[in-house]
């Protein structure tokens, strides 16, 4: 057998090796049942709610509120630590935070309104072009006085991003028209400076 043949059937076999081992069934698969702010449940990021049918509540707090559960928020859906940390590495979010996950830039699908005190701010900073055009629900700032500057939440202005070099005017422009600061957990703008800084 010369040389070509035996690396083709090497790869051949390797390959049959790792197919084999993979699970096709989705059998493995680890089943959660709640919503986000329950701790587990939640169908993916994308549908927080998962089995539950939709946000509980709404409480009184808004957007940038203290919160311990969703019930507690005006949105629906309180942020903490557990959650955020799972697809924003280092995050933390002291207290909670009333806000809502994927909200529409525009306000169009009514999650994230002045309202219930909040401004739908782009995940581009965060988590990459890929959603640059869903938001986070944040509430708007011109100052760490307008934040809750006890549980480390500062008033964030992506346009520092663009002084230091981070992001371009036209990112600026194209998904932060609605307001370029809000107010959110320092580790949180620490994760998305260190993302931006080591793509």
Do not use: H, Q
């Amino acid at each position: 057998m010369n040389a070509r043949r035996r690396v083709a059937l090497g790869a051949a076999v390797g390959l049959g090796v790792a197919w084999a081992a993979c699970a096709t069934d989705p059998g493995g698969w680890v089943v959660e049942t709640g919503d986000l702010g329950s701790g587990g449940g939640a169908a993916s990021v994308f549908e927080p709610y998962g089995d539950v049918g939709g946000p509980v509540g709404p409480g009184a707090g808004e957007v940038g509120a203290a919160c311990a559960a969703a019930g507690d928020c005006a949105t629906g859906y309180c942020m903490t630590t557990d959650e955020i940390g799972g697809f924003i590495p280092g995050a933390e979010v002291a207290g909670g935070y009333c806000s809502w996950l994927f909200c529409a830039l525009d306000g169009s699908d009514g999650k994230c309104t002045a309202d219930m005190g909040g401004t739908c701010f782009s995940l581009y900073a965060f988590l990459g072009e890929g959603l640059g055009e869903s938001g986070i629900c944040l509430r708007p700032c011109g100052g760490a006085d307008d934040c809750r500057t006890d549980d480390d939440n500062v008033c964030f202005d992506a346009e520092t991003l663009v002084a230091d070099g981070l992001l371009s005017r036209e990112i600026i422009d194209l998904y932060y028209a609605n307001g370029t600061r809000g107010c959110m957990p320092k580790s949180v703008v620490d994760a998305a400076i260190a993302k931006l800084s080591d793509p």
